[in-house]
């Protein structure tokens, strides 16, 4: 094809701006934030204020972010028995058995709040490899923390 000699010479602005947006989409290609943890909190109405404090309080201090998931405590043990949550907070008198017995997970601790207690489930990483097992540590440490 040849091009009139008269004609303007073809842009070079687009192909500057594609380069330009280019090296800027790569220079924030940089390694990529550590995702969300999860958190099931099967504690009920009355407690889930003090989960979600616990929560914020552990996101300020690391920046990690975390999103609790409200549901019941059965729930809340089948999602951290499934490797859908990191950690998980259930009342005492919420079964564990296959849980346990699976190696789901251990009971890290007990979370106290407005004078009672609560478990405080941290998900085995090695039987779930969607965990991380430094967040889920932490974050379970930071529940149990006084």
Excluded: W, Y
């Amino acid at each position: 094809m040849t091009r009139d000699p008269k004609s303007k010479p073809p842009s070079r602005l687009p192909g500057a701006f594609l380069s330009g947006a280019l090296l800027f989409a790569a220079v924030g290609c940089g390694p990529e934030a550590p995702r969300a943890l999860v958190l099931a909190d099967g504690t009920g109405v009355v407690h889930s204020v003090g989960v979600n404090d616990r929560a914020i309080f552990f996101q300020q201090k690391t920046g990690r972010q975390v999103r609790v998931l409200t549901v019941p405590a059965e729930q809340a043990v089948l999602l951290a028995a499934r490797g859908e949550a990191d950690v998980a907070v259930v009342p005492m008198d919420t079964p564990l058995d296959k849980f346990l017995a699976r190696e789901d997970g251990t009971i890290a601790g007990l979370f106290a709040h407005g004078g009672d207690r609560m478990k405080v489930l941290e998900v085995n990483a090695k039987q779930h490899p969607k965990v991380d097992p430094k967040g889920a540590h932490d974050l379970a440490s930071a529940m149990i923390a006084p």
